[in-house]
Nanobody
């Protein structure tokens, strides 16, 4: 099970930290990704992190504004988002795949959280 949290309403230029708390599987064996979906658009990869060495990949659009991290002791992955823009608005989902390396492809992931809404607006 994956539970996403931390979304909310934030002004442009603001920050949010999303959390993905997991249970029911050996978290350290899974690569984790964050994805987002804006209304009327397809779900897209935002960032992902490997299972053991915490190396990460990021989508080009985030341009250094987002940081993904994981705490294997707490079975939790975080997405720190800064300099948020209105176009970052959408539902954000974390997902897990039983693999050590991560990719940003939506179809690669087996387990999904329920999503948390991020709205960037003044």
């Amino acid at each position: 099970q994956l539970v996403d949290s931390g979304g909310g309403l934030v002004q442009p230029g603001g920050s949010l930290r999303l959390s993905c708390t997991t249970s029911g599987f050996t978290f350290a064996n899974y690569a984790i990704g964050w994805f987002r979906q804006a209304p009327g658009k397809e779900r897209e990869g935002v960032a992902c992190i490997n299972s053991h060495n915490s190396e990460a990949k990021y989508a080009d659009f985030e341009k250094g504004r987002f940081t993904i991290s994981r705490d294997n002791a707490k079975n939790t992955v975080y997405l720190q988002m800064a300099s948020l823009k209105p176009e970052d608005t959408g539902a954000y989902y974390c997902a897990a795949v039983f693999r050590w390396y991560c990719v940003l492809g939506v179809d690669e992931y087996s387990y999904w959280g329920q999503g948390t809404q991020v709205t960037v607006s003044s």
